[in-house]
């Protein structure tokens, strides 16, 4: 940009010494590469249209899915493709493309890889009745989704949504987020030692947070983390499903 300003400067100096000249040919450069800038970023982010709801096997992804295009109860089973869809939102009107990924280990890096340039935002589901014995797991993929650098370039707003808060054995999320902290403290300074001596070229996560201090989801800069609970269904048949929270949040980022 400075090189391109200066060749025009010294192409219009040979035309004249009119100083007052030369700060109007300043000033169109600078709007029409800022225009140039805006438009480019633009475009960039009207190819991310898609929330991508993420989160290990059982976390209750495809229900939230369910409930958020169709209002719907039913049985749902271990997803192994993607589900596709359009959301209306109450409050702006506008329309977003929900995209539910599969959660099984063995799928979901392969769809995440696919679909990770769309996101839009990302809702990670964790199973709030479950984290205890799954928290290793559950940490290990969403340290792989913040640490992506496509993500971290994109910087898209995350939710981590703490569902299934209808059990009695459901942790809240101010827990769930302690417990996190602490398991990706010890996440990433495994994967630094492993990573150790492997160039950049071969490394394709960033270091997550503050290299001085433990892991803060508050330290993810520019990406911004928040914390929600829900359930995607009541404690009983009769009762509504409690997404209110997940609703506010993809008005904000739509």
């Known amino acids: 940009m400075a090189e391109l300003v200066n060749m025009l400067l010294d192409l219009f100096q040979s035309e004249t010494n009119d100083g007052?000249?030369?700060g109007?040919?300043?000033?169109?450069?600078?709007?029409?590469?800022?225009?140039?800038?805006?438009?480019?970023?633009r475009s960039g982010r009207s190819k991310r249209q898609g929330i991508l709801l993420l989160g290990i096997c059982e976390a209750?992804?495809?229900?939230?899915?369910?409930?958020?295009?169709?209002?719907?109860?039913?049985?749902?089973?271990?997803?192994?493709?993607?589900?596709?869809?359009?959301?209306?939102?109450?409050e702006t009107?506008?329309?977003?493309?929900?995209?539910?990924l599969p959660g099984n280990d063995r799928l979901r890096g392969q769809f995440l890889e696919e679909y990770k340039g769309t996101a839009r935002g990302i809702v990670f589901v964790i199973?709030?009745?479950?984290?205890?014995?799954?928290?290793?797991?559950?940490?290990?993929?969403?340290?792989?989704?913040?640490?992506?650098?496509v993500i971290s370039s994109n910087?898209?707003?995350?939710?981590?949504?703490?569902?299934?808060q209808d059990l009695t054995s459901s942790k809240?999320?101010?827990?769930?987020?302690?417990?996190?902290?602490?398991?990706?403290?010890?996440?990433?300074?495994?994967?630094?030692?492993?990573l150790k001596g492997v160039g950049d070229t071969a490394n394709n996560n960033a270091f997550l947070g503050k290299r001085d201090k433990d892991f803060d989801f508050s330290d993810l800069k520019p990406i911004r983390v928040q914390f929600a609970e829900g359930?995607?269904?009541?404690?009983?048949?009769?009762?509504?499903?409690?997404?209110?929270?997940?609703?506010?949040?993809?008005?904000?980022?739509?």
């Open 20 to 22: 007052t000249f030369y």
């Open 24 to 41: 109007i040919v300043v000033a169109i450069i600078v709007v029409l590469l800022s225009l140039a800038v805006f438009i480019i970023r």
């Open 60 to 90: 209750g992804k495809t229900l939230i899915y369910l409930q958020l295009l169709y209002k719907d109860f039913m049985t749902t089973y271990t997803s192994i493709d993607v589900n596709s869809g359009e959301f209306s939102l109450n």
């Open 93 to 100: 009107k506008k329309k977003v493309r929900i995209i539910d």
């Open 127 to 149: 199973n709030s009745a479950t984290l205890q014995r799954e928290i290793k797991e559950v940490a290990e993929f969403l340290y792989t989704i913040l640490s992506d650098r």
């Open 155 to 164: 910087s898209p707003p995350v939710l981590i949504l703490c569902n299934k």
């Open 172 to 194: 809240s999320a101010a827990l769930i987020r302690s417990q996190l902290e602490k398991e990706m403290t010890t996440l990433r300074i495994t994967r630094s030692a492993a």
């Open 231 to 254: 359930s995607a269904q009541g404690k009983n048949k009769e009762d509504l499903p409690d997404l209110q929270q997940l609703y506010a949040w993809l008005n904000k980022v739509a």
